[in-house]
Each structure stands twice: as C-alpha cells, then as structure tokens.
C-alpha cells in the first residue's frame, strides 16, 4: 500500500499529492510517469511524476478531476493509501547537453512540464518557461516554476492574467527576438502541442512533446497507446512518452483519444460519487 502524505488543492479541478513510494522515487527521472489504482476494483491510470525526492522516498503527482477515478482519487485524505502505483514507466526525457530551452505547459500540463524545467535548471541550462491557461482562476504552479526558470512567462486566453493570447503567441515572439533555443518542450493538450510544433518547425528548432494516448497496461502489450511518429508506429508508454513533435501525427492522435468518449460520459454518469454530489 502506499501512504498519501501530502494533499493539496491547486485549483477547483487540479489536486497535487505527494505519496510514499521509495523504490519509485529511487528511479524516477523527469518525463516518466507510474500507473496507479486507488483501489482493488479500480481501474489503472497513468500519471506523471511531477516531482520526486529520492532522499526521503517520495513522489509527487498532480492530476485533474475528469473521470470516474480521479473523482475517486480526489476524495481520499493524507494519510490514506493506494492500493498500486507501478512505475517509474516510459522513458525519460532527454534533456543532456541542453543549454538554452523553452519549456511551454498547457493547463494542468505544466504539471508535465515542471520536472522538466527543474532538471533542466539543476542541469544549468538557460530556462524559459510560458504557462498558458484560459483565465486567472486554473493557474498552477507559479511559484514553483518561478523557482526554476530565468524567466516564466504566464498567458491567459482572456487577459485575466499574465499575457493575453496563446502559448504559441508567447513562443513566436521569443524566437523573433532572437531567442536561439536548442530545445522547446512542449506539453498540454494535444491541439496546443500540434501548433506548438507547427511554430518551432519553420526555425528547425528541436520540439520535444509528451503524448497522452489512451493508456492501459504500460508496458507495450495491448498496444492501446499507439502513435503514429514520421509514419511508424510507436507505443507512447515504452517509446515515448516524449516524440519529436515535428514527425507526431497530431490529427490521427486527436481521434484515437476521443474514440472512448461516449464510454467515458457513461462511466461518469454511473459513478456513485458524481451521482451524490447530483442528489
């Protein structure tokens, strides 16, 4: 079983909980990410690390309440447990020889996004780091990626904070300034990752982004996340999850992840905890 210790609300929707798993904070690196299941009728998860400290063996995770588990996983406290939380799984992002980079998070993707950054600040590469959000009220964590990053730059779609406009908008005009980046990493939803690519492709800048395809057992046997990268398939659990953003299939992706989704509406609409809150 393993131990929630920490537990907090970073905004309506986005909860941050730290859990005791040494063996998993004795291995994981940036990128990678661990399968969980809240309990043993639930359903398996992937989610990413969003921190680890390897000393006092314990990992971070930060997730969204958009289902029928993460529901279920919002309501348990500090000091409850999980019943699994398998990994470190994927590869880790290759972040060695970086010098100057841009790393860019969409919504609860700068969950994502923050591991990469503080090993890449740790690394002593120049950190740019642009935040996008739709409004004021969603945005995560600042402070943690004002920590490490020279420079963060937030943008809100309607101007209720930071910049006004898209990650992209941020992303071109750094370039156009002169930013000579060796590396933008890019990580959010996937319309935000495919025209993030589409912005750095002009320029032949190196454009990393972090998949999120349909996930079931994590070790590339059922073949439920594969992704069409330069034409080849690949499995985004033992390939990626970071490709090369200039070769993805973005629109082939889009519709793999929306394949389940009158399954998913059901499975929330029967989900005992929505069906209380409703009462």
Do not use: W
């Not at 492709?201 to 990393?208: A, F, N, R, V, W």
């Amino acid at each position: 079983m393993y131990k929630i210790l920490k537990k907090r609300q970073l905004n309506e929707n986005v909860v941050l909980m730290e859990i005791e798993a040494p063996f998993v904070a004795k291995k994981a690196l940036a990128g990678q990410f661990i399968i969980l299941r809240v309990d043993e009728y639930g359903e398996r998860i992937p989610l990413t690390v969003a921190d680890y400290d390897r000393e006092n063996g314990t990992v971070t995770i930060i997730f969204q309440i958009v289902g029928a588990t993460t529901k279920l996983l919002s309501t348990l406290n500090e000091g409850d447990c999980l019943k699994d939380f398998a990994g470190p799984l994927g590869k880790a992002t290759e972040l060695d020889g970086v010098k100057k980079a841009c790393v860019i998070g969409g919504g609860v993707g700068c969950a994502i996004a923050y591991p990469s950054a503080k090993a890449l600040f740790n690394n002593g590469a120049q950190v740019d780091v642009i935040a996008g959000f739709r409004n004021k009220d969603i945005v995560i964590l600042e402070e943690e990626f004002k920590a490490v990053s020279h420079n963060l730059y937030i943008t809100t779609d309607d101007g209720s904070y930071g910049e006004k406009g898209f990650v992209t908008d941020k992303l071109k005009a750094l370039i156009e300034a002169g930013n000579q980046y060796d590396l933008v990493l890019a990580i959010g939803p996937v319309p935000m990752m495919k025209f993030v690519s589409k912005t750095t492709e002009p320029y032949g800048i190196k454009t990393l982004v972090s998949l999120n395809p349909i996930m079931i057992d994590g070790s590339g046997m059922c073949g439920g996340c594969r992704v069409n990268v330069g034409g080849e398939i690949k499995f985004a659990c033992v390939d990626g999850p970071d490709f090369d953003g200039h070769q993805v299939n973005f629109d082939e992706l889009m519709r793999r992840n929306s394949a389940y989704k009158e399954q998913e509406a059901h499975s929330r609409e029967n989900c005992r905890l929505y069906q209380k809150e409703a009462e």
